[in-house]
């Protein structure tokens, strides 16, 4: 089964982000790590491994353990269920990491012009700031028949829901929406 382009788009994320503590990794490094290692991202919880203070914070929180060792795929893996070992690398994988590695100084310049007040790319958290990058090397370098920006924003959103939090979210969503108006 192939991969879509938003799953190429995460992965994407992903390698930008393990590129960024182990620059001598190629993009087919990260591919092949995510294509074996994606079953030990699983989180298992077992509930004897649980202090009373996490338990009383789980239940306040209203979150529930459905038996006794409750087993979930975190939400950042879940748009990777089919890859497996034989999955070749995606072009557009490849273009979008080293294109957005090659041209970070004009990307991160741009970013900066849209974002408002004290803030910086240098000052956000790594992952914010490389869906930032891809949404806006798509925005301002992939055609758009093939990539429009509102699905690059909307897709950059999505990964910002499942890698951050709804503040992070909402910032990401500013930056790219001013991005997208001065296009």
């Known amino acids: 089964m192939s991969l879509g382009i938003a799953q190429i788009r995460e992965l994407a994320v992903i390698a ?9 990794m190629s993009v087919e490094d990260v591919f092949n790590y995510v294509k074996v290692a994606k079953t030990e991202f699983t ?28 087993q979930n795929i ?12 034989n999955e070749a690398l995606p072009e557009y994988l490849v273009e979008l990491v080293e294109n957005v590695t090659a041209k970070r100084e004009a990307l991160d310049q741009l970013l900066n012009e849209h974002i408002q007040g004290q803030w910086s ?24 028949d093939k990539v ?16 951050s939090d709804d503040r992070s979210r909402r910032f990401i969503n500013g930056v790219l929406s001013q991005l997208l108006l001065a296009e």
Do not use: C, M
């Open 43 to 70: 989180q298992s919880v077992v509930y004897e491994e649980i202090d009373e203070e996490t338990l009383t914070i789980w239940q306040a929180s209203g979150r529930v353990l459905t038996s006794v060792t409750e």
């Open 16 to 24: 930008l982000y393990q590129r960024w503590f182990n620059p001598e």
């Open 148 to 163: 429009p920006a509102v699905v690059a924003i909307d897709q950059a959103l999505d990964l910002a829901k499942r890698y």
């Open 121 to 144: 790319v240098r000052r956000l958290e790594f992952i914010n700031r490389f869906i930032l990058e891809v949404a806006a090397y798509e925005i301002t370098e992939v055609p758009e």
């Open 74 to 85: 975190p939400k950042q893996l879940q748009s990777f269920p089919h890859l497996n070992k």
